[in-house]
């Protein structure tokens, strides 16, 4: 079946530790997507893709850091700039028609800091 | 000012007991509008696309309407297994084409 695998499920990054959280699809999408929420604050955009070797900073970068080498695997590490990366984080693909289909999510990294 | 405000932010209601859950947004030239329910520790399930006003969809207990200003999730009987977060979301022309703006998301529960 076609879908979106996201690892790991649950990850624990020490202080000044990088950290990288794994996003593949075999959806044969373009497009790619990080986002994190927080309780109460939404989906908040981090990274996109549109395209492969090709990536824009969202709303919330600082911190962050992407690669997309492939057009199935969009990786996201979590830099020891961002100060509070304690958060659910969420990745998603699509066409590069989503303003008709949307997304398609993955089941979500949880990361915490310890 | 947010683009994308849901209402209410948490939502309690007894089993068979039907209400709305609202969405309003204020982009301008709407691409699409998506609803999309979220249970805990897991990522957004797709249930909706809406395109112009006036449009509905329905789905089991859900039913999905679109103005030129909001839209309303309506659960009709509502079941136990219907309670998680619904999330909002729009794509419009004065984004980049491919994202959608996301509202912060409904919690319902529904007691047995």
């Known amino acids: 079946d076609g879908g979106i695998t996201q690892s790991p499920k649950y990850l624990f990054r020490k202080e000044g530790q990088n950290v990288t959280l794994s996003c593949e699809q075999n959806?044969?999408?373009?497009?790619m997507y990080w986002y994190r929420q927080d309780p109460g604050q939404g989906l908040r955009l981090i990274y996109y893709?549109?395209?492969?070797?090709?990536?824009q900073k969202g709303d919330i970068a600082e911190g962050y850091s992407v690669s997309r080498e492939k057009k199935e695997s969009f990786p996201l590490t979590v830099t020891s700039a961002q100060k509070n990366p304690t958060a659910f984080y969420l990745c998603?693909?699509?066409?590069?028609?989503?303003?008709?289909?949307?997304?398609?999510f993955g089941s979500g990294t949880r990361l915490t800091v310890v | 000012e947010d683009q994308v405000t849901q209402s209410p932010e948490a939502l309690r209601l007894q089993e068979g007991e039907s209400s709305s859950l609202n969405c309003s947004y204020t982009?301008?030239?709407?691409?699409?509008l998506f609803w999309y329910r979220q249970d805990p520790g897991k990522g957004p399930e797709f249930l909706f696309t809406?395109?112009?006003a006036g449009e509905e969809k329905e789905k089991e207990r859900l039913k999905a309407t679109l103005t030129k200003k909001e839209s309303f999730l309506h659960i009709t009987a509502p079941k136990p297994e219907d309670s998680a977060t619904y999330l909002c979301?729009?794509?419009?022309?004065?984004?980049?084409?491919?994202?959608?703006?996301f509202g912060k998301g409904t919690k319902l529960s529904v007691i047995p």
């Open positions: 893709s549109q395209i492969v070797n090709d990536f």
């Open positions: 982009v301008s030239g709407l691409r699409g």
């Open positions: 809406l395109y112009s």
């Open positions: 998603a693909s699509s066409t590069t028609l989503s303003s008709y289909y949307g997304y398609t």
């Open positions: 959806l044969n999408h373009d497009a």
């Open positions: 979301a729009v794509a419009y022309s004065g984004a980049g084409s491919y994202q959608l703006t």
